[in-house]
């Protein structure tokens, strides 16, 4: 038993009669036989909390039974060692840690490097993870953006369905680790973002509904009834996930946390619970002494994200922005099904570059009905983070293949040109930067035969809603081959054109400590045609539907650095809109010339110029 004493249970349950704390045999993992202690209302100024009052020894298993039910966990429960279902454990956050000289970072403008822990090693760990970070380091990015942690049925997922937004995947290897992975990842110069879901809970092991009404059925989500963000008793469940941000930031020194699917928090409340979020945030920053950002993850189109509480917004630093992908991806791979049918021309992507939004105000052919708001001139396109490749974009698909599977190198290095010098923040997805071979596909683990075969049938119907049925059977999510498959291979970076790529990578990533490839500034962004002109190249894009490998040529240039491309088969000159002789900064094709204001470039070839 530790010397600091342990927490006092206290459980929020404002319809039960009665509450017990329940507390197993040490080490039994099952609430069988445990003895139950009565518990009593306490707080009169908020009803419905119950309280034990003596404290609890730190490691100590625990649950609570409601009107003489079942055990359950803990809804705050800090540790699940025995799973989703099993007893919580209390966990002691003091850490020795050695990052007392962090002064933070604004993960606003860096490269983030987005990752797996359960497929970024084979032994899927964060301890495992932390080998790998001297990687990232080599590479240059300035933070690394864990998917979810959060505990969730059986060992391996991909954390969207977790359960116990407090606590961290035992599996995982539990809260120690990530506090440990923190510590290393600052100790190396990287911040931390960590993706959080606040919008739904996984449907093995969620108990919330048994303890009180942290749901609502007068709103709806893709995943049933919504978060009680707005109805009866809603302030104990705003301040559940409001508290649980903080957590991060206090006890885990997280510098930003990135929000899945905000659209689906419906909440009609005066304040919303973002901007609430937003201030709760601001104000731990300021306690703290170092920069913490909130980025969202919204398919709404709306500035209003990004726009600050004061000025009427929701208040996030930062929002992910799936037109930008959305129109690098259908342009480079000719695809053309589900949501990408409104994209792949260089117009669309010259729009999804100075704009952000493709879809702002116009009629979106997937949603079949007009759809988002123009941005305001002047917002600073860091507040938008982009990506070649990411979690959804490979994942979802119907055999989670990346865009290594089907792009040649040249394709590949484009593709990360247009990314990482851009007025964006750029986001990798693990393996991108090698052009990694392993898919990356959806994988569970329940132990529920009827959830698994109901997983199994709805992944099938997404797929086929897309318009990705191609006739090759989907690899089935519970088979433990699926998640093998997507286990990174470590090896292949060094070989071949993998080590080439990865060259690219680094020299790109290099290029982004020059304030004007670093800039946010979307004013200064201009995309040309093959003759300089600021057109459609038309005539060029049509290539693109006939030979998805093969497409135009153009240039995007932003006042004093240009990427110039050209997508077709055949070598191609292009004549620069900017004045004056630049210089070659990088090129994928070392054939690559400059002679005055014209770029000769090979084909399938990109390059990066500077006029400073």
Do not use: C
């Amino acid at each position: 038993m530790l010397s600091v004493p342990g927490p006092r249970p206290v459980v929020w349950a404002p319809a039960a009669r009665s509450v017990d704390l329940l507390l197993p045999e040490p080490g039994s993992g099952t609430f069988d036989g445990a003895r139950r202690l009565p518990l009593r209302l306490v707080g009169a100024h908020v009803p419905g909390w119950w309280g034990y009052d003596h404290e609890l020894p730190w490691e100590t298993d625990y649950g609570y039974s409601v009107d003489g039910g079942p055990g359950r966990p803990d809804p705050r429960s800090p540790w699940q060692p025995y799973g989703v279902h099993g007893p919580s454990r209390t966990f002691d956050a003091s850490f020795a840690w050695t990052d007392g000289a962090w002064a933070g970072k604004d993960v606003r403008g860096e490269v983030v490097y987005e990752l797996h822990v359960g497929t970024f090693t084979p032994q899927g760990t964060l301890d495992a993870a932390i080998d790998r970070l001297d990687h990232l380091v080599g590479l240059g990015v300035g933070a690394v953006e864990l998917m979810p942690v959060a505990a969730f049925g059986g060992r391996w997922g991909w954390g969207y369905d977790g359960v116990h937004p407090y606590a961290v995947h035992a599996p995982y290897g539990g809260p120690r680790a990530l506090q440990r992975f923190v510590d290393a990842a600052h100790a190396r110069g990287l911040a931390v973002v960590l993706d959080v879901v606040y919008n739904h809970l996984g449907p093995s092991g969620n108990y919330l509904p048994e303890f009180g009404p942290y749901f609502t059925d007068a709103h709806t989500t893709p995943w049933g009834s919504a978060m009680n963000l707005d109805r009866s008793s809603s302030r104990e469940v705003r301040e559940w996930i409001l508290d649980n941000a903080e957590r991060w930031f206090v006890e885990f020194h997280l510098d930003a946390l990135r929000l899945d699917a905000v659209h689906a928090l419906v909440d009609d409340s005066p304040t919303h619970v973002l901007a609430e979020l937003s201030r709760r945030v601001e104000r731990v920053g300021q306690e703290l002494g170092r920069p913490l950002t909130l980025i969202a993850e919204s398919d709404e189109n709306d500035p209003a994200t990004v726009t600050g509480v004061e000025q009427g917004g929701r208040g996030m630093g930062a929002q992910w922005a799936d037109d930008v992908h959305h129109a690098l991806h259908a342009l480079l791979t000719g695809e053309r099904q589900g949501y990408y049918v409104d994209f792949g021309s260089v117009a669309v992507l010259r729009k999804a570059l100075t704009g952000v939004f493709v879809h702002d105000g116009t009629y979106s052919t997937f949603r079949g009905r007009p759809w988002g708001h123009r941005l305001p001139p002047g917002t600073d396109g860091h507040a938008f983070v982009v990506s070649a490749q990411n979690h959804d974009q490979v994942g979802n698909r119907a055999h989670g293949d990346r865009t290594s599977s089907t792009l040649d190198g040249g394709g590949l290095a484009t593709a990360a040109a247009l990314v990482l010098v851009s007025p964006f923040t750029p986001m990798l997805f693990m393996g991108e930067e090698w052009g990694a071979s392993t898919p990356w596909q959806f994988f569970t683990d329940h132990a529920e035969p009827e959830l698994a075969e109901a997983v199994r049938a709805g992944r099938a119907a997404e797929f086929a809603g897309h318009g990705w049925g191609d006739g090759v059977p989907v690899p089935d999510p519970q088979d433990p081959a699926t998640r093998a498959a997507s286990v990174l291979d470590w090896d292949e970076r060094h070989r071949g054109e993998h080590a080439r790529l990865l060259a690219w990578y680094r020299d790109l990533v290099a290029l982004r400590a020059r304030p004007d490839v670093r800039s946010g500034d979307l004013s200064a962004v201009r995309v040309h045609g093959p003759e300089g002109a600021d057109d459609d190249a038309s005539a060029e894009e049509a290539r693109v539907a006939a030979a998805p490998h093969d497409g135009p040529a153009f240039v995007v240039d932003r006042r004093t650095v240009a990427v110039a491309v050209n997508l077709g088969r055949e070598p191609r000159q292009l004549r620069l809109a900017l004045g004056g002789a630049p210089r070659l900064l990088a090129a994928w094709d070392p054939a690559t010339r400059v002679r005055g204001r014209v770029v000769e470039l090979p084909a399938r070839a990109v390059a990066v110029l500077s006029w400073v």
